[in-house]
Protein backbone atom coordinates (compact mmCIF):
# COMPACT_ATOMS: atom_id res chain seq x y z
CA UNK A 1 0.00 0.00 0.00
CA UNK A 2 1.33 3.55 -1.02
CA UNK A 3 1.72 5.56 1.90
CA UNK A 4 1.58 9.44 2.06
CA UNK A 5 2.32 9.72 5.96
CA UNK A 6 5.62 10.85 5.33
CA UNK A 7 4.77 13.32 3.16
CA UNK A 8 2.60 14.95 5.85
CA UNK A 9 5.83 15.97 7.61
CA UNK A 10 6.85 18.72 5.47
CA UNK A 11 5.98 22.73 5.80
CA UNK A 12 3.77 22.10 2.58
CA UNK A 13 1.12 19.79 3.59
CA UNK A 14 0.96 21.51 6.98
CA UNK A 15 0.16 24.70 5.27
CA UNK A 16 -2.31 22.23 3.26
CA UNK A 17 -3.72 21.07 6.29
CA UNK A 18 -4.27 24.54 7.90
CA UNK A 19 -6.03 25.66 4.30
CA UNK A 20 -8.50 22.12 4.39
CA UNK A 21 -9.54 22.93 8.08
CA UNK A 22 -10.92 26.27 6.97
CA UNK A 23 -12.20 25.23 3.95
CA UNK A 24 -13.57 22.19 4.96
CA UNK A 25 -16.33 23.93 7.18
CA UNK A 26 -17.53 25.65 4.08
CA UNK A 27 -18.15 22.39 2.18
CA UNK A 28 -20.54 19.76 3.62
CA UNK A 29 -20.10 18.02 0.38
CA UNK A 30 -16.05 18.11 0.86
CA UNK A 31 -16.90 16.41 4.65
CA UNK A 32 -19.60 14.18 3.97
CA UNK A 33 -17.62 12.60 0.94
CA UNK A 34 -14.05 13.21 0.09
CA UNK A 35 -13.27 13.03 3.76
CA UNK A 36 -13.87 9.40 3.54
CA UNK A 37 -10.72 9.16 1.13
CA UNK A 38 -8.01 7.26 2.88
CA UNK A 39 -5.57 10.05 4.95
CA UNK A 40 -2.63 7.88 3.45
CA UNK A 41 -2.93 7.97 0.05
CA UNK A 42 -5.68 11.41 -0.74
CA UNK A 43 -4.81 14.64 -0.27
CA UNK A 44 -8.34 17.07 -0.51
CA UNK A 45 -7.88 20.61 -1.65
CA UNK A 46 -11.28 22.48 -1.24
CA UNK A 47 -12.01 25.80 -2.94
CA UNK A 48 -8.78 26.12 -5.22
CA UNK A 49 -8.74 30.04 -6.52
CA UNK A 50 -6.24 30.08 -9.25
CA UNK A 51 -5.41 33.02 -11.71
CA UNK A 52 -6.19 32.98 -15.19
CA UNK A 53 -4.87 35.50 -17.11
CA UNK A 54 -6.27 38.61 -16.43
CA UNK A 55 -9.53 36.94 -13.78
CA UNK A 56 -9.40 33.62 -11.95
CA UNK A 57 -10.63 30.32 -11.77
CA UNK A 58 -12.40 28.52 -8.60
CA UNK A 59 -12.16 25.00 -8.75
CA UNK A 60 -14.44 23.45 -5.70
CA UNK A 61 -12.28 20.42 -5.16
CA UNK A 62 -8.62 18.82 -6.16
CA UNK A 63 -7.63 15.35 -4.62
CA UNK A 64 -3.93 14.95 -5.35
CA UNK A 65 -3.04 11.24 -4.80
CA UNK A 66 -0.45 8.28 -6.81
CA UNK A 67 -3.33 7.62 -8.53
CA UNK A 68 -4.06 10.44 -10.16
CA UNK A 69 -5.14 14.10 -9.36
CA UNK A 70 -8.96 14.77 -9.54
CA UNK A 71 -10.19 17.76 -10.33
CA UNK A 72 -13.99 18.30 -9.14
CA UNK A 73 -16.56 20.26 -10.51
CA UNK A 74 -19.54 20.53 -7.58
CA UNK A 75 -23.26 20.82 -8.73
CA UNK A 76 -25.54 21.42 -6.18
CA UNK A 77 -28.47 20.67 -8.28
CA UNK A 78 -31.70 18.67 -6.98
CA UNK A 79 -33.29 18.52 -10.23
CA UNK A 80 -33.21 16.59 -14.00
CA UNK A 81 -30.10 17.88 -15.27
CA UNK A 82 -30.38 17.89 -19.05
CA UNK A 83 -26.81 17.92 -20.94
CA UNK A 84 -27.09 17.87 -24.43
CA UNK A 85 -23.41 17.50 -25.01
CA UNK A 86 -19.94 19.37 -23.92
CA UNK A 87 -20.16 22.81 -25.61
CA UNK A 88 -23.81 23.83 -24.65
CA UNK A 89 -25.26 25.20 -21.84
CA UNK A 90 -26.57 22.47 -19.71
CA UNK A 91 -30.08 23.04 -18.04
CA UNK A 92 -31.65 21.79 -14.51
CA UNK A 93 -35.10 21.43 -14.31
CA UNK A 94 -37.01 22.34 -11.07
CA UNK A 95 -40.81 21.42 -10.51
CA UNK A 96 -42.58 24.13 -8.28
CA UNK A 97 -46.44 24.81 -7.40
CA UNK A 98 -46.68 27.38 -10.33
CA UNK A 99 -44.96 24.94 -12.71
CA UNK A 100 -41.91 23.84 -14.14
CA UNK A 101 -38.37 26.14 -14.88
CA UNK A 102 -35.50 25.78 -16.00
CA UNK A 103 -32.36 27.01 -14.87
CA UNK A 104 -29.46 27.15 -17.79
CA UNK A 105 -26.10 27.52 -16.95
CA UNK A 106 -22.42 26.75 -18.56
CA UNK A 107 -21.32 23.28 -19.41
CA UNK A 108 -19.71 22.03 -16.55
CA UNK A 109 -17.69 19.76 -18.65
CA UNK A 110 -16.54 22.58 -20.64
CA UNK A 111 -16.13 24.54 -17.26
CA UNK A 112 -13.77 21.84 -15.59
CA UNK A 113 -11.87 21.79 -18.63
CA UNK A 114 -10.68 25.09 -18.32
CA UNK A 115 -10.00 24.54 -14.79
CA UNK A 116 -7.29 21.55 -15.80
CA UNK A 117 -6.17 23.80 -18.48
CA UNK A 118 -5.08 26.09 -15.65
CA UNK A 119 -3.85 23.56 -13.26
CA UNK A 120 -1.31 22.57 -16.62
CA UNK A 121 0.33 25.54 -16.06
CA UNK A 122 1.21 24.29 -12.65
CA UNK A 123 1.81 20.68 -13.88
CA UNK A 124 4.82 19.33 -15.66
CA UNK A 125 3.40 18.36 -19.22
CA UNK A 126 4.59 14.38 -19.22
CA UNK A 127 2.69 13.97 -16.06
CA UNK A 128 -0.90 16.23 -18.02
CA UNK A 129 -2.31 13.11 -18.49
CA UNK A 130 -2.45 11.89 -14.48
CA UNK A 131 -5.33 14.83 -14.29
CA UNK A 132 -9.44 13.13 -14.45
CA UNK A 133 -12.19 15.32 -14.74
CA UNK A 134 -15.06 14.73 -12.54
CA UNK A 135 -18.70 16.38 -12.43
CA UNK A 136 -20.50 15.96 -9.23
CA UNK A 137 -24.16 15.70 -8.57
CA UNK A 138 -26.31 15.84 -5.61
CA UNK A 139 -27.38 12.29 -5.24
CA UNK A 140 -31.25 13.91 -5.50
CA UNK A 141 -30.34 15.10 -9.38
CA UNK A 142 -31.36 12.84 -12.10
CA UNK A 143 -28.56 13.27 -14.92
CA UNK A 144 -28.94 13.03 -19.11
CA UNK A 145 -25.99 13.56 -20.90
CA UNK A 146 -26.10 12.88 -24.49
CA UNK A 147 -22.72 13.67 -25.77
CA UNK A 148 -19.64 11.39 -25.09
CA UNK A 149 -17.09 11.31 -22.44
CA UNK A 150 -13.46 10.40 -22.75
CA UNK A 151 -11.84 8.21 -20.25
CA UNK A 152 -10.25 10.75 -18.52
CA UNK A 153 -13.98 12.05 -18.02
CA UNK A 154 -16.97 11.58 -15.42
CA UNK A 155 -20.38 12.38 -14.76
CA UNK A 156 -21.43 11.19 -11.02
CA UNK A 157 -23.96 11.82 -8.21
CA UNK A 158 -22.12 12.59 -4.64
CA UNK A 159 -22.38 9.20 -3.52
CA UNK A 160 -20.79 7.58 -5.77
CA UNK A 161 -17.41 10.16 -5.93
CA UNK A 162 -15.39 8.18 -4.03
CA UNK A 163 -15.73 4.64 -5.20
CA UNK A 164 -15.18 6.18 -8.73
CA UNK A 165 -11.80 7.61 -7.33
CA UNK A 166 -10.61 4.34 -5.65
CA UNK A 167 -11.21 2.56 -9.06
CA UNK A 168 -7.75 4.42 -10.09
CA UNK A 169 -5.61 2.13 -8.45
CA UNK A 170 -2.48 2.12 -11.16
CA UNK A 171 0.57 4.10 -9.68
CA UNK A 172 1.05 7.40 -11.82
CA UNK A 173 3.15 9.73 -9.85
CA UNK A 174 5.75 9.29 -6.97
CA UNK A 175 5.54 10.39 -4.13
CA UNK A 176 7.88 12.89 -4.21
CA UNK A 177 5.55 14.26 -7.70
CA UNK A 178 2.48 14.51 -5.01
CA UNK A 179 4.29 16.75 -2.69
CA UNK A 180 5.19 18.62 -5.59
CA UNK A 181 1.91 18.82 -7.01
CA UNK A 182 -0.04 19.91 -3.63
CA UNK A 183 2.49 22.78 -2.75
CA UNK A 184 2.65 23.77 -6.48
CA UNK A 185 -1.58 24.12 -6.06
CA UNK A 186 -1.17 25.78 -2.50
CA UNK A 187 1.64 28.23 -3.44
CA UNK A 188 -0.52 29.38 -6.31
CA UNK A 189 -3.76 29.48 -4.55
CA UNK A 190 -5.26 32.84 -4.03
CA UNK A 191 -8.46 31.99 -1.75
CA UNK A 192 -9.51 34.98 -0.11
CA UNK A 193 -12.72 36.11 0.94
CA UNK A 194 -12.83 39.48 -1.26
CA UNK A 195 -11.12 37.02 -4.36
CA UNK A 196 -14.30 35.01 -4.34
CA UNK A 197 -16.25 37.68 -4.14
CA UNK A 198 -14.79 39.03 -6.91
CA UNK A 199 -14.80 35.34 -9.23
CA UNK A 200 -18.52 35.30 -8.53
CA UNK A 201 -19.09 38.57 -9.82
CA UNK A 202 -17.08 38.10 -13.05
CA UNK A 203 -19.18 34.91 -13.79
CA UNK A 204 -22.69 37.13 -13.10
CA UNK A 205 -20.94 40.00 -16.12
CA UNK A 206 -20.27 36.94 -17.86
CA UNK A 207 -23.18 35.17 -17.77
CA UNK A 208 -25.53 37.34 -17.39
CA UNK A 209 -28.63 35.76 -19.29
CA UNK A 210 -27.81 32.53 -17.95
CA UNK A 211 -27.68 32.38 -13.80
CA UNK A 212 -31.24 32.74 -13.16
CA UNK A 213 -34.57 30.54 -13.67
CA UNK A 214 -36.29 30.88 -16.18
CA UNK A 215 -40.01 29.32 -17.13
CA UNK A 216 -39.93 26.29 -19.12
Same mark, same amino acid.
Given at each position: MIRISTLLNN?????????????IRE?????????KLPRQAYLVLNNII??? !????? *??????????GVFVIEEKNHRANVWGP??????RSYYTYNDGQKYFAYQSPLLQNAGHINVLKHLIPSHLHKTLVSIISFTESAYIRYK !????? *????VVSEELCDLISS???????MAEVGKIAQAIL???QQTPDNTRK???TIRLKYPNVSRPIHA
Amino acid at each position: MIRISTLLNNEAVMTYASNLSSHIREYFFAQKYLSKLPRQAYLVLNNIILQN !GDGAT *QIDHIVVSPFGVFVIEEKNHRANVWGPDRNTHWRSYYTYNDGQKYFAYQSPLLQNAGHINVLKHLIPSHLHKTLVSIISFTESAYIRYK !GVLNS *QEHIVVSEELCDLISSYRKQVLSMAEVGKIAQAILDANQQTPDNTRKHIETIRLKYPNVSRPIHA
